[in-house]
T-cell receptor, first 114, second 115 residues
Framework: NAGVMQNPRHLVRRRGQEARLRCSPM?????VYWYRQLPEEGLKFMVY????????ESGMPKERFSAEFPKEGPSILRIQQVVRGDSAAYFC????????????FGPGTRLTVT | AQTVTQSQPEMSVQEAETVTLSCTYD???????LFWYKQPPSRQMILVIR??????QNATENRFSVNFQKAAKSFSLKISDSQLGDAAMYFC????????????FGKGTHLIIQP
């Protein structure tokens, strides 16, 4: 039973480019969460999605960031026109509909903006 | 909004000894979930233990146990018989049972195991 998968594991982008981070939840999980971890910090909640639906995006920056979880395929976190401050580790977690409190994390994507 | 505080940036313990990591939280809710996650150098977040606030009994998972003091809003993690593989960052986290948001994490405690 594969765990939560994220790709790429490492992503380097120049300032102004777009970054796309992908997350495939565990089998049987229909809820996806995205978190950001800055150096020396804990994880900060960004967005909570179900298939084709954003449940809560209260942690998402208002501009340049968007997320989706289509009916088919992985969840995507998109960052447009990246800046150096976007450099961080981005983690995805998934949970079952009946146990949303129990989240399983992927290995993370480390984004470096040069 | 809930907050989670881990007041120990770093802790050190001798191999085979016992260590306790502290966590306090602030909430107005009566029902919620608390977690300890481990993040080794690989950066993978691993769930160590979970506690439901409505349960009075402290959760235990092998060498890991918690001391949950609901009135004091305290949730400490005890690691017994520390092993070299326990070296990692440990994060305390909070979640509302009905909330639409995610986990609220503390800033973490870096645990060093001395051989």
């Amino acid at each position: 039973n594969a765990g939560v998968m994220q790709n790429p594991r490492h992503l380097v982008r120049r300032r102004g480019q777009e970054a796309r981070l992908r997350c495939s939840p565990m089998k049987g999980h229909s809820h996806v969460y995205w978190y950001r971890q800055l150096p020396e910090e804990g994880l900060k909640f960004m967005v909570y999605l179900q298939k084709e639906n954003i449940i809560d995006e209260s942690g998402m920056p208002k501009e340049r960031f968007s997320a989706e979880f289509p009916k088919e395929g992985p969840s995507i976190l998109r960052i447009q026109q990246v800046v150096r401050g976007d450099s961080a580790a981005y983690f995805c977690a998934s949970s079952r509909r009946t146990a949303v409190y129990e989240q399983y994390f992927g290995p993370g994507t480390r984004l470096t903006v040069t | 909004a809930q907050t989670v505080t881990q007041s120990q940036p770093e802790m050190s313990v001798q191999e085979a000894e016992t260590v306790t990591l502290s966590c306090t939280y602030d909430t107005s809710e009566s029902d919620y979930y608390l977690f300890w996650y481990k993040q080794p150098p690989s950066r993978q977040m691993i769930l160590v233990i979970r506690q439901e606030a409505y349960k009075q009994q402290n959760a235990t998972e092998n060498r890991f146990s918690v001391n949950f003091q609901k009135a004091a809003k305290s949730f400490s993690l005890k690691i017994s018989d520390s092993q070299l593989g326990d070296a990692a960052m440990y994060f305390c986290a909070y979640r509302s049972p009905e909330g639409a948001d995610g986990l609220t994490f503390g800033k973490g405690t870096h645990l060093i195991i001395q051989p």
